[in-house]
């Protein structure tokens, strides 16, 4: 239930004109990277050497403080006037003068901090990492995250991409029940969550992107019932979508591999084609720009050449965009030229 408030502002933030924007080719970088000048200058300069013109930034721990603050109190309400924030502002106005096109990445149900001051709104379940989830069926959950993806926008970034917008999926998850699922289905509320924040978002002409596991592009019943994540429904209040096609996460045996980790043309160059078509089957608008991996687990092959193989594979379907993963920021092993 929401609750009124006298700490609400009172002015509306002014809305910024500016023409959308995608993402394209680009780099990961943590909130500490983006506050560091010697490493964002690394990131900046590796990005430009290599032809890549955007920058993904984690966000959502950096600007959630206000709204943090009134869910705690149980005052958060849903005409909230979002405010921009000084520093992703700060960050995106430098980054775009640079010529970088700007992703603020948000992660939405996997919340430790928001489990944590409400724990009403948590799944009783904890992930193999420890981590907390809350819960997409609740009202306050998803304004919360909502509000957290209109901040970005006004703060000027060109792209709200969300991460861990789904259901819980290790371990005991797979015996989780809620009592909403009898009204409302898993797909259901993920999708009316992006449906929420694409009326909050689209005056700001902002792009929105989702990440998923780059196995729900073979569409498995087990997991788009599990997750709640179905790529025809989600794709209509999309403009990008980007799975995570890591070779390395895709377990033993996968598609006949004993090891996934050694095929990074494979798992790219098959998982984009399967979800070009599913995005085709929805007749959907939204552009394909896969999360690849720059980083070495499980692939005894991996270099420049791992890396680039897996840009040839989504390239060989049509998909020229890109985005590099690698939780440390560490670069280095990008191939001297994407061309031959």
Known sequence: MLYQTDLLPTLEAKVPFKEKRISGKGLYITAWTAQNPTRLAYIKRTAKSHGLNTIVVDAKDMIAGPISELIKKRQLKADYQVQPDPWLSKLTKELQEEGFIVTARVVVFKDDHLAIIRPDLAINYRDKKGGRWVNPYLEEVRLYNALLAETCAVSGVDEVQFDYIRFPAEGSAASLSFPEEAEQTRVEVITQFLKEV??????????????????????????????????????????????????????????????????????????????????????????????????NMLSPNYGPGYIKAQVEGAKDEGVEGFLIWNARNVYDNLPASWSE
């Open 198 to 295: 694409r009326e909050r978002t689209k005056k700001y002409n902002t792009s929105l992107a989702v990440d998923i596991f780059g196995v729900t592009a073979w569409q498995s019943d087990w997991d788009v019932e599990t997750l709640g994540q179905s790529l025809e429904a989600m794709s209509h209040y999309l403009d990008v979508l980007s799975p995570m096609f890591y070779p390395s996460h895709f377990h033993s045996g996968y598609d006949g591999f004993a090891n996934p980790g050694s095929e990074p043309y494979y798992f790219v160059n098959t998982g984009v084609r399967k979800a070009l078509e599913i995005l085709a089957s929805a007749e959907a608008k939204t552009k394909l720009v896969p999360w690849i991996q720059g980083f």
